[in-house]
Each structure stands twice: as structure tokens, then as C-alpha cells.
């Protein structure tokens, strides 16, 4: 299985403040066809996780642009440039070269 | 839109089984995978199984396998997850979700999820 290390697991954050959260893998994700299969998700309190950034850095849809994804074979970063209240929340990556795998999850507060 | 709709959970005795179901709605079921995601109280998501477009591929995680079965009927717009022998280990919220493609190992969308409790 590929392995999925987020940092940091917690997170306090000011409104208005950037935010960044790392995630490394096991094992490079990228694949011979040449797309690199690492997601992120956000689970919200009392929320289903959804969808916010496919492939490393494409956004999903209806996703803000202060949330932007970056990185290549097994490293990966989620940026939020300006922390709004609503991104409380649990924030996965996940990857899907092999049978999906989760990172811990990093817990996102506001100060 | 999209919409996810879980059934079937439940308290379950360990040993004993459990049928979910999920039913979809707002795009063509046929033409995506469709996941199984599990979160224990207070845990992370734990992937749980996938099958094809076209019910042709199934996966399983490796402490699933040989207890869970997926399955899907592309009529009624359904997927299933037979869980047996239950212990309590598989207490958890159980998610569908859409896959991104016929054969894709993503998903995109996810139910509002199913509470499945194995205890004596």
C-alpha cells in the first residue's frame, strides 16, 4: 500500500492568514500515462468529505481560488491563501495511483 | 445535481451481516465507479471497496476482502456493499461515493453516509 504522511495534524489559523498543509507519499504518484493521482478533501463538522482539488492541482467544481494545489511525485502541498471561518474543517489527501489510500488528516482551526 | 443516498445500516451483533445500499441520482449511474468509504468514530476515511461502471471490476481493501462484496445494479440506479461476519471493528459511517470515471480509483461526490454499529 502506498503510504500517505500529512503535516501538520492541527493547524490555528487567523482569518485572513495563509495556510499550508504538506503531504508526502510512500511512493512517487505519478503514472506512466502521465497524470499524477493525488486529491484533496475537506470534511467540514457534521459534513461528508468533498472534493477540492484533483490530480494535484486542479480545483474541483465550485471551489473557491484561495485554495490551490501543488507539487509533483511525492510531494504535495494544499495552500489556502486567506483562511475564511467556513474552512473549518478536516483536510485529507488521498492518492489513487494504487487502491486509494488517506493521509491522517490535518485539523483546521480559527484563532 | 448529484445526489448519493445510503441505507441499510443499522446495530448489528458481531458475526451477523448487513446489506447497505445507495442510491443515485442527477447524472448517468451507468457511466461511473462507484466507492465505498468508511470513517470509525473519531477517525480518519478508510477505503473500503470500488466496482466498474460496469459491475465488471470489483476492489477491495485487504482487511475487507473475503467479508465484503460490492455490487450494483445499473437499472435501479444502486450500489450495494454485503458486509459478513461483523465485528466490531467495522463500526463506522459508511460513504459512497461517485467515482470519477468508468474505471477511475477517485471519487468526486459522496453520500451523506450510513452508521453501521456492531456490538454485542
Known amino acids: 500500500d502506498i503510504v500517505m504522511t500529512q503535516t501538520p495534524l492541527s493547524l490555528s489559523v487567523t482569518p485572513g492568514q495563509p495556510a499550508s498543509i504538506s503531504c508526502k507519499s510512500s511512493q512517487s504518484l505519478l503514472h506512466s500515462e502521465g497524470r499524477t493521482y493525488l486529491y484533496w478533501y475537506v470534511q467540514r463538522p457534521g459534513q461528508p468529505p468533498q472534493l477540492l482539488i484533483y490530480e494535484v492541482s486542479n480545483r474541483f467544481s465550485g471551489v473557491p481560488d484561495r485554495f490551490s494545489g501543488s507539487g509533483s511525485g511525492t510531494d504535495f502541498t494544499l495552500k489556502i491563501s486567506r483562511v475564511e471561518a467556513e474552512d473549518v474543517g478536516i483536510y485529507y489527501c488521498m492518492q489513487s495511483k494504487h487502491l486509494p489510500t488517506f493521509g491522517q488528516g490535518t485539523k483546521v482551526e480559527i484563532k | 445535481q448529484v445526489q448519493l443516498v445510503e441505507s441499510g445500516g443499522g446495530v448489528v451483533q458481531p458475526g451477523r451481516s448487513l446489506r447497505l445500499s445507495c442510491a443515485a441520482s442527477g447524472f448517468t449511474f451507468s457511466r461511473n465507479a462507484m466507492h465505498w468509504v468508511r470513517q470509525a468514530p473519531g477517525k480518519g476515511l478508510e477505503w473500503v471497496a470500488v466496482i466498474s461502471c460496469d459491475g465488471n471490476n470489483k476492489y477491495y481493501a485487504d482487511s475487507m476482502k473475503g467479508r465484503f462484496t460490492v455490487s450494483r445494479d445499473n437499472s435501479k440506479n444502486t450500489v450495494f456493499l454485503q458486509m459478513n461476519n461483523l465485528t466490531v471493528e467495522d463500526t463506522a459511517v459508511y460513504y459512497c461515493?461517485?467515482?470519477?470515471?468508468?474505471?477511475?480509483?477517485?471519487?468526486?461526490?459522496w453520500g451523506q453516509g450510513n452508521q453501521v454499529t456492531v456490538s454485542s
Open positions: 461515493a461517485r467515482g470519477m470515471g468508468c474505471y477511475s480509483w477517485a471519487f468526486d461526490y
